[in-house]
């Protein structure tokens, strides 16, 4: 077994991509690689570099683009997503939705989601 499938193993991975972005601009925020849950850490599958050179990988093979990128961080900060019937947030949410679609395919392939 690699040091890659023990960490997968021994983690608890994300429910999808929306979770594993907020907590990467969370944990890129406190600089820790963990997330407190009611007294204990959790253990994820990734690093946050894993995360962010993977993230960029994206965005310079055009998977991801600038407004995509720029509307993720905005709400990812703001710790939800756009919402479709909000008309003033109507483009970002597709953005977004598209981004997540990306990131989720990204991800899984990592293992990083179930």
């Not at 983690?11 to 972005?21: M, R």
């Not at 007294?39 to 690093?47: D, K, S, V």
Request: charge should be positive; aromatic fraction near 12%; hydrophobic fraction near 40%.
């Amino acid at each position: 077994m690699t040091q890659k499938e023990a960490v997968l193993n021994n983690s608890e991975k994300f429910q999808n991509a929306e979770q594993l972005w907020f907590w990467f601009l969370y944990s890129k925020s406190v600089q820790h690689g963990f997330v407190r849950n009611f007294g204990r850490a959790t253990r994820r599958p990734c690093e946050l570099l894993d995360v962010e050179t993977l993230i960029t990988k994206l965005y310079l093979s055009g998977r991801l683009n600038d407004e995509q990128l720029a509307v993720m961080k905005k709400f990812g900060d703001r710790r939800r997503a756009p919402h479709q019937h909000i008309w003033h947030e109507n483009r970002a949410a597709d953005l977004w939705r598209r981004a997540m679609e990306t990131l989720n395919t990204a991800f899984t392939q990592q293992g990083w989601i179930e």
